[in-house]
């Protein structure tokens, strides 16, 4: 389709195809991302899946499989929430003390730096002239949604090539999608018609099909603690799974919010690169319902197939009888598709001694569960109150339940610093970081950042134990050689983190208690 660009302003557009803020990781230029001469992934097809990736060579785990920039970038939805809003540039929150309102199209931004910067240029030049205004520029407006199909129609003009590749993404337009789904959609369309008209040549049908593309290929993108959503060619092809063969890795805002995808596991040739497009640490019913509203499809992995989910029992909830794991009968059961009567009338039973429970029981519990933990997060970090809300919800929850470990993760990262801890709460640090790492073992068989966090914390507790033995005159040796073990599979696990990331902190971290602890015992060995 041709765009007749009538307005003078849009040429700018065509002068800027890919600004070369958004073409470099460490000096990598786009080029090379889209080098396909590197025989790592190939793209193939299928009837069940569609366009997917697999391994062109044996791949080992950590190696990159493919690196590549967004198409485009922009604020995530709020949802009508009350939050404060983003910079549109580089998306760190806005408040009184950092806005800078563009003087071409009134946008809020942090700096005079963002508003200059190509990122915003799109929705700048759709804006100039008639401008926007905002009650509180610090605070959420439903425009915002509208920045990244800006983007993405603009890129009509400054990049067809990058405008063929997302067109060229699966959409599900003709598939029957959730009712939620097909009236936020139009909503959206109608807000973007009425505030910015046929902008880039925009047709109804244009933007409902970007929102669908956006849908089924966006990315959610936390990068130095910020979040934006993203869509990525070619690693948008990696097909989903709740035990995934590979990890994303995303790069900071100067760099243009590069993603590296690396294997998470030793990979043969031919083998499916997958990744998971849902909370790991969530049970089977909450993560097949979020994939099922938010990329259209109802995951039947391996995973996802057993009713004890490997062995990790995120859906477990307590038995009344025996005191053992109560599971679905089926775990891939629509019951909560079809209504309140076939919910009640899925079966669940204790995989000890079979004692029954309808479903509309069972998920009851854990609704119920999962509403105490939201409870904990709007009234803030408090230790005591997560302790007290995980003894309530053991009555009812198995212990490796997904609410009941996401409990255990929270407390494990309120307990510190280890050497401000009682003895009684450093044991409870170290057993709270096994319990999670023994879930996280089972549900990421390789590279894993949970894996390499919890390590962290487990080989910290582990240290200042040893350190407090040491200071008795105890020996200490069995300790410090698991604290060097737990360092070492933390830097394993967190070495491929990039520098923006909070987790990088913690690889540094590691990389000095080892050092320390070799130090140490360099010492001890000259004195003897």
């Known amino acids: 389709m041709s765009v007749v660009v009538e307005d003078q302003k849009w040429d700018a557009l065509q002068t800027v195809t890919n600004p ?62 009350n939050c404060p ?20 199209c009134g946008w809020p931004m942090c700096s005079e730096e963002c508003s200059v910067h190509p990122r915003h240029l799109p929705e700048c030049v759709a804006t100039v002239g008639t401008g926007v205004t905002f009650k509180d520029p610090t605070m959420w407006d439903s425009l915002y949604d509208c920045i990244i199909l800006l983007r993405c129609l603009s890129l009509r003009i400054s990049s067809p090539t990058s405008w063929a590749q997302m067109e060229a993404m699966e959409s599900h337009e003709n598939t029957k999608r959730p009712q939620t789904h097909q009236r936020r959609s139009k909503a959206l369309a109608a807000l973007f018609e009425a505030r910015f008209g046929k902008s880039y040549g925009a047709t109804e049908s244009d933007i409902l099909r970007i929102i669908a593309t956006l849908e089924v290929n966006g990315m959610e993108v936390i990068s130095a603690g910020h979040s934006l959503q993203a869509i990525y060619p070619v690693a948008c092809l990696a097909e989903h799974s709740c035990t995934p063969t590979a990890f994303r890795i995303f790069g900071p805002s100067d760099e243009g919010f590069p993603l590296t995808l690396r294997a998470a596991v030793d990979i043969p040739m031919g083998v499916t690169i997958s990744l998971t497009y849902t909370d790991s640490l969530w049970g089977t019913p909450e993560r097949r319902t979020h994939l099922y509203y938010s990329k259209l499809f109802l995951c039947c992995c391996k995973r996802c197939s057993d009713r004890e989910e490997l062995g990790a029992c995120l859906t477990g909830l307590k038995c009344r009888k025996c005191g053992d794991c109560v599971l679905p009968e089926n775990p891939l059961s629509e019951g909560w598709l079809q209504g309140a009567k076939a919910e009640s009338g899925e079966k669940w039973s204790c995989r000890n001694c079979h004692e029954s429970m309808d479903g509309a029981r069972a998920r009851k519990a854990a609704w119920q569960a999962n509403e105490w933990v939201k409870g904990l997060e709007e009234e803030g970090i408090e230790f005591d109150a997560y302790e007290n809300v995980l003894g309530r919800a053991l009555v009812k929850l198995h212990p490796r339940h997904s609410s009941v470990i996401d409990l255990k993760h929270s407390i494990l990262h309120l307990l510190n610093p280890p050497e401000a801890l009682s003895d009684k709460l450093l044991k409870r640090k170290e057993l709270l970081a096994r319990e999670v790492l023994e879930v996280a073992g089972i549900i990421f068989p390789g590279i894993s950042q949970l894996k390499g966090t919890c390590s962290y914390e487990l080989a910290s507790s582990l240290m200042e134990k040893a350190i407090r033995k040491q200071r008795k005159g105890e020996n200490s040796q069995e300790l410090v050689e698991e604290a060097v073990k737990g360092f070492k599979e933390c830097i394993y696990h967190l070495s491929f983190q990039s520098e923006c990331q909070p987790e990088y902190q913690l690889l540094i971290n590691a990389q000095e208690k080892l050092e320390e602890i070799h130090r140490v015992k360099n010492d001890s060995m000259v004195k003897s």
């Open 20 to 81: 070369k803020a958004e073409q470099s990781i460490n000096d990598i230029t786009k080029q090379d991302f889209e080098d396909e001469t590197i025989p790592n992934y190939q793209i193939c097809t299928n009837e069940q899946v569609g366009r997917h990736l697999v391994a062109a060579r044996d791949l080992l785990s950590g190696e990159i499989v493919l690196q590549t920039l967004p198409l485009a970038t922009g604020p995530v939805s709020s949802n009508g929430s």
């Open 85 to 104: 809003a983003p910079c549109i540039t580089c998306y760190q929150p806005l408040d009184d003390g950092n806005i800078y309102m563009c003087p071409s």
